[in-house]
Structure formats: C-alpha cells, structure tokens
C-alpha cells in the first residue's frame, strides 16, 4: 500500500549532556534519568495533538499537524525539561528541530524531505534551544512570529544552499548561545568581525570572507596549542553574520561574553557580540590562550 502525503511539522529533540552522565554514574542510573527527559517530552506531544513517531536512543522523533502546535509543544519541552533538577552535577537539557511541510507517511513512520531537513536543523542546535526553518515561521500565528529571531541562511548537508534558520524564544529573559547583542547585523547592515590572538589582529568583512584556524603552519591562524587539530575551525562571512565551524578532534570551545563556556564539536555556530574562542581546551584551563573576537 502506497504512503498518504499531507502537510505536517515533523519535530526531532534529543538529551544534551547524556555522555557526561554516563560516565559519572553508569549507564543503569545514567538511563533512568534520561528516560524521566524523554517521558516529559513524550507527555508534551500528545498534550499537543502530537504522534510519537519514534524513539531512537536519546532521541525522540514526532510530527504534529500545524506549525503552531509543533512550536508550542517544543517551547513546553523545554521548560519541562528545564524544570528537572541536576543529576550528580550535571543538568540534562534538550536540543530541538522542527520542520513543516508535506510529508509521506507509511506503516507507522513518516518520511521525505521535510523529515530530512527537520533533522538537520535539529543537528545546528544546542542544548536548551529551539529551531526552525523560516518556512515553518511563516505557518505561525502573528503573535507567535514574534517569538521568534531571524538566525539567517546556515548551511547544512544535503541543502544546496542551506536552509534560513530562525530561532524559537521560549524563556521570558533569553540567553540562549545564539543571542544577539545588538541589532548591528540585521540584513543591510554592513559588519566586521575582529580576532585577535598572541597581538595579531584579523578582520573578517565584505572584502575577506574565511579564516582558517589550526595547528597546520599553513592556516591563517595558526593556533600553538597541542591539543589544536591541524585543520582545527574556520570562522566564514555569511551575509552580515559570522559562523564559527568546528572540524576538529577536541572540539571547539565558544564563550560569548556574559555566557556559559559551549563545546562544539563538528557543529557550527553563529559568533555575535563579543566573547573568546579556543582550539581544543577549554577555556578555564590556565594554560589556555583563547583568541578574542568582536563583530562590529
């Protein structure tokens, strides 16, 4: 029997700081409470005339039949989730994607390329934040619109020319990792981004669009750190916004300024405001020495 196609927003969320958890009390323990995360995501989805699709290890997988309940289903998530207290020190969050449009759906499971392009926007996400594509944006209510920031075009895998993100806001004070400072890099407005590192100075600006960061002498920053992978990031101009891009062993360690230390690890990131990057090592380790940034 052949697949039902039909307008749907497709939803992925997955645990972010299982790994760490893990390691510090088991998998038993470990598991247990990361199954209390996934119930209160599963307890939100059908509160939001949601399906369950799938659960796929600390992943979940469901679709929704508007843009607006899969919006507000994800923003409950959220605050569910957030309202879990630390386990041994360590406070599980969730990460969220979702993705409106047609989508095929066959014995129990739904697929096609609004599935594909939900799970990559899930992928550009970090824990405690929601996204979503600018088509979905445009299915929300006015008021719901305004709940929303404009991330710019990212690029993705499999996305010739990337897919225009928009961030969900879901707490009354955002400081989420994407947060602008200013309105400086709105569509129009030309902006520069400086990177300072051991008294050399870069600037990255209609004229020059990438850097490249490593341990390779061949970079145009060349990071003396032995924890730094040869072809450690790269920083790319993308309109009026800047995006940090890990593509290292270690990971790379992202502090915007007033803001928790954020680990990305083959993962991107949009770099606004003022704040520090380091290749490999954290920030808090003293023998660390970070390269400054600022987008003007």
Not at 32 to 59: H, S, Y
Not at 187 to 193: E, F, I, M
Not at 201 to 220: C, M, S
Request: hydrophobic letters at 40%.
């Amino acid at each position: 029997m052949r697949g039902v196609e039909r307008y749907q927003a497709v939803l992925f969320a997955d645990v972010s700081g299982s790994t760490k958890l893990y390691e510090r009390l088991g998998d038993t323990e470990a598991l247990r409470a990361v199954d209390r995360v996934i119930k209160r995501m599963q307890i939100t989805i059908q509160g939001f005339k949601g399906r369950l699709i799938k659960t796929i290890g600390d992943e979940v997988m469901a679709s929704f039949p508007t843009a607006e309940d899969a919006f507000m289903a994800a923003v409950e998530m959220q605050q569910r989730v957030s309202d879990l207290p630390a386990v041994s020190g360590v406070k599980l969050s969730i990460r969220v994607g979702f993705h409106y449009g047609p989508a095929i759906e066959e014995a129990n499971d739904i697929f096609g390329d609004t599935v594909n392009t939900a799970a990559r926007i899930v992928g550009l996400a970090n824990g405690e934040q929601i996204l979503t594509s600018k088509q979905t944006v445009d299915e929300l209510p006015a008021l719901l619109r305004e709940s929303t920031r404009d991330l710019d075009q990212l690029s993705v895998k499999g996305k010739e020319g990337g897919v225009h993100v928009f961030e969900a806001l879901w707490r009354a004070s955002e400081e989420l990792t994407m947060k602008a400072d200013s309105i400086a890099t709105l569509a129009g407005v030309r902006s520069k981004l400086h990177l300072s590192y051991r008294g050399q100075a870069y600037v990255l600006d209609e004229k020059r669009n990438q850097l490249t960061l490593g341990r390779d002498p061949g970079n145009d920053v060349v990071v003396e750190d032995r924890k730094a992978s040869r072809q450690h990031a790269r920083v790319e101009r993308r309109g009026n916004k800047y995006v940090l891009i890990d593509q290292s062993t270690n990971g790379t360690y992202l502090v915007p300024r007033g803001e928790k230390e954020i680990l990305l690890r083959r993962e991107e990131m949009v770099l606004q405001g003022v704040g520090s990057v380091s290749c490999g090592t954290s920030s808090t380790d003293p023998q660390a020495e970070p390269l400054a940034f600022e987008v003007l």
